[in-house]
């Protein structure tokens, strides 16, 4: 059973370009979370997803990004006209249940650098 | 809103000393505490996961405690190694089912 899967693991964009990140939960998952670690800074979260519909996306910016969590495919974590002030590490991680007891697994992260 | 604190933020140690790592949070009605840890660059490892029901956790050389009254989990890695220099990351997990994360613990353990 594969871990949750981030992609790409690094990624630099130049800024006013757009970043899409992708992530895979675990087999059997349905709930994907999105948190942001910026440098020197602990993760923070972004928003909460479960298929086809968001949940809590009150840790997001509220321009330039957005978040999906198809039926079929991978949540993508979408933004618009990069700053240098988005370079962080973006952090995936998924649940099976809805429930507060449940375990989040997280991936490895993508690393973005706005230059 | 919750807040997480983790104290100290950075410390070494020599090889074979205990280590305490402190964490707070301002917000009792917590469901679980989790203990992470990162190395540079990389992702998350979970080590140990505290229900709110429990007190402590324990595997291997790692035990975590939990004091929901107070607000406070610690951290303890006995008989350091160079190995388990890494940030060690508390997280909690309240109602909203997001996780609030400290800072971390920077850990150097020096051979």
């Known amino acids: 059973n594969a871990g949750v899967m981030q992609n790409p693991r690094h990624l630099v964009r130049r800024r006013g370009q757009e970043a899409r990140l992708r992530c895979s939960p675990m087999k059997g998952h349905s709930h994907v979370y999105w948190y942001r670690q910026l440098p020197e800074e602990g993760l923070k979260f972004m928003v909460y997803?479960?298929?086809?519909?968001?949940?809590?996306e009150s840790g997001m910016p509220k321009e330039r990004f957005s978040a999906e969590f198809p039926k079929e495919g991978p949540s993508i974590l979408r933004i618009q006209q990069v700053v240098r002030g988005d370079s962080a590490a973006y952090f995936c991680?998924?649940?099976?249940?809805?429930?507060?007891?449940?375990?989040?697994?997280f991936g490895p992260g993508t690393r973005l650098l706005v230059l | 809103k919750q807040e997480v604190t983790q104290i100290p933020a950075a410390l070494s140690v020599p090889e074979g000393e205990n280590l305490v790592l402190n964490c707070s949070f301002t917000?009792?009605?917590?469901?679980?505490l989790q203990w992470f840890r990162q190395d540079p660059g990389k992702g998350l490892t979970s080590l140990l996961l505290i229900q709110s029901s429990q007190r402590e956790q324990t595997s291997g050389r790692l035990n975590a405690s939990l004091d929901k009254s107070s607000g406070r989990s610690t951290l303890y890695i006995a008989a350091s190694q160079p190995g388990d220099s890494a940030t060690y990351l508390c997280?909690?997990?309240?109602?909203?089912?997001?996780?609030?994360f400290g800072k971390g613990n920077q850990v150097v353990v020096i051979p």
């Open positions: 991680a998924s649940s099976r249940f809805e429930q507060p007891q449940e375990t989040q697994y």
């Open positions: 997803l479960q298929k086809e519909n968001i949940i809590d």
């Open positions: 997280a909690v997990k309240s109602g909203n089912n997001r996780l609030a």
């Open positions: 917000d009792s009605a917590i469901y679980n």
